[in-house]
C-alpha cells in the first residue's frame, strides 16, 4: 500500500465528545494522530492542548480529505452522525488506499461498506465500522458464543448500561435514524419493525430487567461475523423514553421530515450535555449477554465491560496500534473476524463467563 512507510493516522470528528476521548486515550499511549474536523477554531485549541497537527476541512471537499489521508496510514472517523458522512470518508480510503475504521453503530453504513468489500480488497485496504461500544463487545460476544454451537440458527443479544449516558452526538445520530423505525434480521434479511416491538425481561444477575428491541448495528454485523440468520437486539432503556420511542408510532412522519429532526439536533445541543461525566466514564459499566440456539441446543454466554464511551476510546485507539503495525485483514471486517473473539479481554475491567 501507498504510504506504507508512515507511521500516523487520522482523527476524523477528533473535538466531538467521543473524539475528545480517543485524542486523550491515544495521546496517553503515546501516538501522536493527525486531527482533523470542519471547526477549524476547535482543532486549534485541541492541537495546541496536545501539541499535535491539525487539518481543518468539511468532508465534502474530496481534494483537501484526499490530502489529508496522503500524510496516514490510516483514519478512526468519528463525525456523525455516520449516515450523513460514512460513504464521502470510505470512498476517499478507496481513492487513496488508506485504512477505514469507524465508531458508527448504524445499520445503514454497515451494510453498505459490506458491499464495498470487493472494492476494498482490490485497494488493498481494510474498512470496519463499528469499532467502539457498538460493535466491539457485543460482536465478540456473539462470535465466542457462536463458536460453541455449531449451525446455530437464531441469535438473541441483551445489553444493559448502568451508570453511563448519552452524548449529543449519539442522540444526534437517533434522531437522524429516526425513520427507520426498529430492524430486525430474518432468515438472512434486515427488515423493519416497529418502534419497542417486542420487549422481555431478562436477569443479569440482579434481578430481571426490562428490555426492549432495537435496530442495534449486531443486527447488520452478527450475520457478517457469524453467518446466523435471525437476529434480534434488546436493550435496557428508561421507561420515559420507552414511552418516547412508542410514540413515534404515531407521530413519526412529523419527526421524519429534515426540518423536524435539525430542529430537534439544534434542541440537542443547545440542552444536552456533551456526555458523561468524567466519574460516569471511569465508574460505569455495561453488561451483555449473548443467547445463541439451533432449536435444539442454546448457548448463553455474558460479558462486562467498562462505561460505553471510555471503551469507545480503548478500542477503536488499539485498532489504530495494531493497523500501524501492519495488523489487519483487508476487505470488509467485522471486530471479531479482524481481531479475534478475545480482543476484548485485552482491556482492563472486561469479564467474560459462560451461562
Known amino acids: 500500500m501507498d504510504g506504507a512507510s508512515l507511521k500516523n493516522f487520522l482523527i476524523y470528528g477528533s473535538y466531538g465528545y467521543t473524539g475528545k476521548l480517543i485524542v486523550e486515550q491515544a495521546v496517553k499511549e503515546g501516538l501522536r494522530p493527525l486531527l482533523a474536523g470542519r471547526d477549524e477554531e476547535q482543532l486549534r485549541s485541541q492541537a495546541e492542548k496536545y501539541n499535535l497537527e491539525y487539518r481543518a476541512f468539511p468532508i465534502s471537499d474530496s481534494a483537501a480529505l484526499d490530502a489529508a489521508l496522503m500524510e496516514v496510514v490510516a483514519v478512526l472517523h468519528c463525525a456523525g452522525p455516520f449516515v450523513l458522512t460514512y460513504r464521502q470518508m470510505a470512498e476517499a480510503c478507496l481513492r487513496t488506499k488508506r485504512h477505514y475504521v469507524d465508531i458508527s453503530g448504524e445499520i445503514e453504513g454497515f451494510e453498505a461498506l459490506a458491499a464495498m468489500d470487493g472494492d476494498a480488497q482490490r485497494a488493498g485496504i481494510m474498512l470496519l465500522p463499528g469499532g467502539g461500544f457498538d460493535v466491539v463487545p ?11 454451537l455449531s449451525g446455530a440458527t437464531h441469535l438473541e443479544l441483551f445489553i444493559k448500561s448502568i451508570g453511563g ?34 420487549s422481555k425481561y431478562v436477569d443479569f444477575g440482579r434481578g430481571p430487567s426490562r428490555l426492549i428491541s ?66 460516569q466514564n471511569e465508574n460505569g459499566f455495561s453488561l451483555l449477554i449473548a443467547e445463541v440456539t439451533d432449536g435444539k441446543q442454546t448457548v448463553r454466554a455474558k460479558l462486562r465491560t467498562p462505561e460505553a464511551y471510555h471503551l469507545t476510546a480503548l478500542t477503536s485507539v488499539e485498532m489504530m496500534k495494531r493497523i500501524l503495525s501492519s495488523d489487519y485483514k483487508i476487505g470488509f471486517q467485522t471486530p471479531s473476524k479482524a481481531y479475534g473473539t478475545d480482543f476484548i479481554l485485552g482491556f482492563n475491567g472486561v469479564q467474560r463467563e459462560d451461562l
Open 138 to 148: 457485543s460482536d465478540c460476544l456473539i462470535a465466542y458464543a457462536a463458536g460453541k
Open 165 to 198: 449516558g448519552v452524548s449529543r452526538g449519539t442522540a444526534r445520530s437517533g434522531i437522524e435514524n429516526s425513520q427507520r423505525q426498529g430492524r430486525i434480521r430474518r432468515d438472512g434479511k434486515i427488515i423493519s419493525v416497529p418502534n419497542v416491538w417486542d
Open 214 to 279: 432495537m435496530g442495534w448495528g449486531d443486527v447488520s454485523t452478527a450475520y457478517h461475523s457469524t453467518g446466523i440468520p435471525n437476529v434480534t437486539v434488546y436493550m435496557s432503556f428508561p421507561a420515559v423514553m420507552v414511552n418516547l420511542m412508542r410514540l413515534t408510532r404515531f407521530v413519526g412522519p412529523i419527526l421524519y421530515t429534515r426540518w423536524a429532526r435539525d430542529f430537534i439536533k439544534w434542541l440537542i445541543g443547545k440542552f444536552f450535555a456533551p456526555g458523561p461525566s468524567r466519574k
